[in-house]
């Protein structure tokens, strides 16, 4: 059952992918559309193609069939370096993007490889600290942060590219009733920024709270959208 | 069902991979390799690791070009302006590098159909303590984790936004030195979470481990070694006259 919103920032159409050309695919025929002004949460149970319809949409697997444009331009003519720039991507297991040896640095990362680092970008680094009460932990080495504390700080690293769509993969795995609050509460403040979002979620109830669509997958389709 | 005793394979691929290490004759290096092939045959191993081998194809002239370049001696074959670029001695180290490096690969090719539990069990029959055997097994089931999270550290660099094929290769550099910090909490995570698992099932627990596995060589084993020797030692005998 295709999904129609106004303005498709990510915009899916017939897109078939499968990991064995010899097995049934395990996405068919799923046609998806999100516009920058809404969040969206993907449901659906385990095996139910949600995880390989992200790394679709970010380009780390290329579709079968089918057209996937980010922005009006099709994926297949973006690097991976560009979707990242289009898309802000937080994945299920934080610390897999987590590279430097300091929270500090780690903010600062790609600004350095592009040697872009100034005062302009240190205030940002400040801000971002602030922002996401990293500033306790600005000197420590990310793996020994709590889980909490990594996937906060996955999530400003992203948001300091400023992208203006964000994907999440799972955001509440593993957090407490406490940390599962604070990650709320960045997520609204986020939401009030204007950016749109897509979170792949078991959590109907975090869903409910966050996003102004959920949709539910099954055996690689979209069938249901609310 | 494949029923070669697991210890023959180990004591072929042996012997083929130190025979390719002290030969250095291409012409030698061809038979080992035919030979090799024969064994991946004989022993049913993973024929698809031959496609794979295609790519150290690639590198075979830059090997020969820099072995010729640095490496003095040698009749020169090609020149640029003066310099020898491939010579008789830079073909046959470069030569010889990939062969070596084709032979080891294809042998050991026959070991990876063979369940690793029978391949423990061969390395504990020839007197190995089980908790080496079993390091090394877990070694090797490693190797192809690595690769895979290798992988993932290189495709979440440039989700963060990093433009790998923009950057110069100074920073490309940067980059990769920053790649092993996922992989390696990534590794000792997955260490750690092993380890703990064979505690649970009490790995240790006795100091002196018992198998209801036990292996037996048969007679075509002791013949595929017999011959294995023959042949190899004759073809080492062969590149040191």
Known sequence: MPVYCNQPYINMQAVCFGYNRRRPPVVQDLDLQCSLDEWVAVMGPNGSGKSTMVKLVMGVLRPWSGQIEIGGEPSSSLSLGQIGKRIGYVFQEPERQLFTGSVWEELEFVWTLQGEVGEAQHEKVRRSLEDFDLVHVRDSFPHTLSRGEKQRLALAAVMINEPPFLVLDEPTTGLDRIRRQQLSHKLHRLRGQGIGAMIVTHDRKFAEEHTTRMIAMDRGKVVRGE | ?241
């Not at chain 2, 030569?95 to 504990?124: C, D, H, N, T, Y």
């Not at chain 2, 979440?156 to 940067?174: F, K, N, S």
């Not at chain 2, 209801?212 to 020797?229: E, I, K, P, T």
């Open chain 2, 1 to 241: 069902m494949n029923r070669w005793d697991p210890r023959t394979k180990l004591f072929v691929v042996l012997l083929l991979s130190s025979t390719a290490v002290v030969l250095d004759d291409l012409r030698l290096f061809a038979v080992l390799l035919g030979l090799a092939l024969l064994v991946v045959a004989v022993f049913q191993g993973d024929v698809g690791v031959l496609y794979r081998l295609r790519k150290i194809l690639a590198v075979l002239f830059p090997l020969i070009v820099i072995q010729s370049v640095f490496t003095g001696g040698g009749e020169p074959l090609l020149s640029v302006g003066g310099m020898p670029l491939i010579t008789t001695v830079g073909l046959q180290r470069g030569g010889g590098l990939v062969f070596r490096i084709a032979v080891i690969i294809l042998a050991s090719s026959i070991l990876m159909k063979e369940p690793s539990r029978r391949i423990i069990q061969g390395l504990i029959q020839c007197r190995i303590p089980y908790e080496i055997a079993f390091m090394v097994h877990l070694a090797i089931r490693f190797l192809p984790l690595l690769q895979e999270e290798l992988q993932d550290a290189f495709t979440a660099v440039q989700l963060r936004g990093v433009e790998l094929d923009r950057l110069p290769l100074r920073r490309r550099l940067y980059v990769y030195t920053h790649l092993f910090l996922p992989i390696l909490a990534g590794v000792v995570g997955k260490a750690r979470e092993i380890s703990t698992a064979m505690e649970m099932k009490a790995f240790r627990a006795v100091p002196k481990r018992t198998s209801h596995m036990q292996l037996c060589f048969g007679r075509r084993d002791y013949l595929a070694m017999g011959v294995s020797v023959l042949l190899l030692a004759g073809l080492a005998g062969m590149g040191t006259i």
